[in-house]
């Protein structure tokens, strides 16, 4: 099962680490890679993977499952 995290109402984002581009997998999509880190920092979040680190002060994150 596929699903993806949305932050509504962003007011600040900083992206930094851009690490390795994605890959592509087995069936020619572009593979982000996962989550490693995502916790409540202050007033916003903390998300960390592959693709580096982003601090974003937003509204709750919503997952959406597809």
Do not use: C, K
């Amino acid at each position: 099962m596929r699903a993806r995290i949305e932050f509504p109402e962003v007011r600040n984002l900083t992206w930094t680490d851009q690490g390795t581009p994605p890959a592509v997998d087995a069936s020619g999509e572009t593979d982000y890679g996962g989550i490693d880190a995502l916790f409540r920092d202050g007033p916003g979040f903390h998300i960390e993977g592959d693709w580096g680190s982003i601090d974003v002060v937003s509204g709750a994150p919503r997952i959406i499952w597809s």
